[in-house]
């Protein structure tokens, strides 16, 4: 069972970090348009940040615990 909790982990963290980098995208996006929404940019900033975080909580679940 925790192959498959693994396999399930990793299949969200690669979602989790393709859905980054298209926000990443759009972002830029949206920074070089003329007349951009601030209010929008800000939004996404936001969301990538919270994507980030749970991207690094998954990453820390995969990652054994070394004892020094």
């Known amino acids: ?6 396999s399930e982990l990793r299949t ?3 979602r989790l970090r393709q859905e980054h980098r298209d926000l990443d995208a ?3 996006a949206l920074h070089n ?4 929404d601030l209010l929008q940019v ?14 690094i909580q998954i990453e820390d679940q995969l990652t054994p615990d070394i004892i020094a």
């Open 1 to 6: 069972m925790k192959q498959e909790d693994d």
């Open 26 to 28: 759009a972002i830029e």
């Open 33 to 36: 348009a003329p007349g951009s």
């Open 42 to 55: 800000q939004r996404l900033k936001k969301r990538k940040l919270v994507l980030r975080d749970r991207i």
């Open 12 to 14: 969200q963290l690669a």
